[in-house]
Nanobody, 125 residues
Framework: VQLQASGGGLVQAGDSLRLSCATPGRTFGRYVMGWFRQAPGKEREFIAA????????TYVDSVKSRFTISKDNAQKTVYLRMNDLKPEDTAVYYC???????????????????WGQGTQVTVSS
């Protein structure tokens, strides 16, 4: 297993969660790490991405003011801090790694080669 997502759970609207994506046994030093989510009956959608090298980030507009993606090089872990959670944030959240060089293309699922198993986030109203 190259990507391990964790940190999901059942929370109330307005709460916060921090998701983690560990990358044991492999260095993704030149990759882009992304977070996606998939709600029931919907397509998987891009949330945020970060470059391991340099730390540049990008977000989908709908979460930009509430979610923060970050990384810990020493722990080889990428995080997604989610604040002010809303019921519409309920989904399975996936982390992924892609060796893309065109930043604008890193919001596409096809840009990612490795995927974690997903972690469920449920936000009650």
């Amino acid at each position: 297993v190259q990507l391990q997502a964790s940190g999901g759970g059942l929370v109330q609207a307005g709460d916060s969660l921090r998701l983690s994506c560990a990358t044991p046994g492999r260095t993704f030093g030149r990759y882009v790490m992304g977070w996606f989510r998939q709600a029931p009956g919907k397509e998987r959608e891009f949330i945020a991405a970060i470059k391991w090298s340099g730390g540049s980030t990008t977000y989908v507009d709908s979460v930009k003011s509430r979610f923060t993606i970050s990384k810990d090089n020493a722990q080889k872990t990428v995080y997604l801090r989610m604040n002010d959670l809303k019921p519409e944030d309920t989904a399975v959240y996936y982390c992924a790694a892609g060796y893309g060089t065109i930043w604008s293309e890193m919001q596409a699922i096809r840009a990612y080669d490795y995927w974690g198993q997903g972690t469920q986030v449920t936000v009650s109203s």
